[in-house]
């Protein structure tokens, strides 16, 4: 069983930055594909973006393309989320995910984190 383990959320005013760590452990790590995706209360949990662990491309939701960055370190087993010029409407429960194939829905994901909340001030 793959563990993932997200940090580095915080509240942050609008404009600002974080940058959010994914950290897997447990058996060999070789998914295909990590995802983020981020849950407001009162809403669905939605996708953010994606990362191909192999060659490392990338694909974002629209809502966040421009602004975040999704990179990977295969020698740490961690991927992070670079968030930039952000929003209140950014402010939610952010979650990494492993996947076996590519994907943009939470079915395609099957080892989810915790979550890390994420809080933006106008």
């Known amino acids: 069983q793959v563990q993932l383990v997200e940090s580095g959320g915080g509240l942050v005013q609008a404009g600002g930055s974080l940058r959010l760590s994914c950290a897997a452990s447990?058996?060999?790590?070789?998914?295909?594909?990590m995802g983020w995706f981020r849950q407001a209360p009162g809403k669905e949990r939605e996708f953010v973006g994606n990362?191909?662990?192999?060659?490392?491309?990338?694909y974002y939701a629209d809502s966040v393309k421009g602004r975040f960055t999704i990179s990977r370190d295969k020698f740490k087993n961690t991927v992070y989320l670079q968030m930039n010029s952000l929003k209140p409407e950014d402010t939610a429960l952010y979650y990494c995910?492993?996947?076996?194939?590519?994907?943009?829905?939470?079915?395609?994901?099957?080892?989810w984190g915790q979550g890390t909340q994420v809080t933006v001030s106008s």
């Open positions: 447990g058996r060999p790590f070789t998914p295909y594909h």
């Open positions: 995910a492993a996947a076996a194939h590519w994907g943009v829905t939470v079915t395609d994901f099957n080892s």
């Open positions: 990362i191909n662990w192999g060659y490392g491309g990338t």
